[in-house]
């Protein structure tokens, strides 16, 4: 959870280093060592290129198989929101043997986390 807004606020600019920056927001992995990523923007927010390599090198060199998830949520600052329950977030897409897919259905974080979990 972020919990000082001013400090997310701010701008780091890697511009003078010639580098892709990303971080990832979920890391979670199952019991039999599946690895699920996840990436959590706004539905104003940008899965940019650079994040979307990062994460999906790591998933395709990970042995044991792997996914990630790319969740949008609806909360916004400036209305007064001010948490976030990513379990009910929809997962927008996500990475799968090698491609990105549409999910056919609306699906939660938690329904989605919920079937990985015996993978």
Same mark, same amino acid.
């Given at each position: 959870? *972020?919990?000082?807004?001013?400090? %997310?606020?701010? %701008? ?5 280093? +010639?580098?892709?920056?990303?971080? *990832?927001?979920?890391? %979670? ?8 990523? /996840?990436? *959590?923007?706004?539905?104003?927010? #940008? ?14 060199? #990970?042995?044991? +198989? /792997?996914?990630?998830? #790319?969740?949008? %949520? ?20 996500? #990475?799968? /043997? /090698?491609?990105? *897919? ?18």
């Amino acid at each position: 959870m *972020i919990r000082i807004w001013e400090e %997310h606020a701010l %701008h780091l600019d890697f511009s003078n280093l +010639g580098v892709v920056c990303s971080d *990832i927001d979920l890391l %979670h992995i199952t019991p039999s060592g599946f690895l699920v990523l /996840g990436e *959590i923007k706004s539905v104003k927010g #940008y899965f940019t290129k650079g994040q979307r390599r990062l994460l999906q090198k790591i998933v395709d060199d #990970y042995e044991k +198989g /792997g996914t990630i998830l #790319y969740i949008a %949520h609806t909360k916004d600052v400036n209305k007064g929101d001010t948490i976030v329950d990513i379990s009910e977030c929809l997962v927008e897409e996500y #990475y799968w /043997g /090698g491609e990105w *897919i549409t999910p056919q259905k609306f699906t939660t974080v938690k329904e989605a986390m919920n079937k990985l979990e015996g993978m």
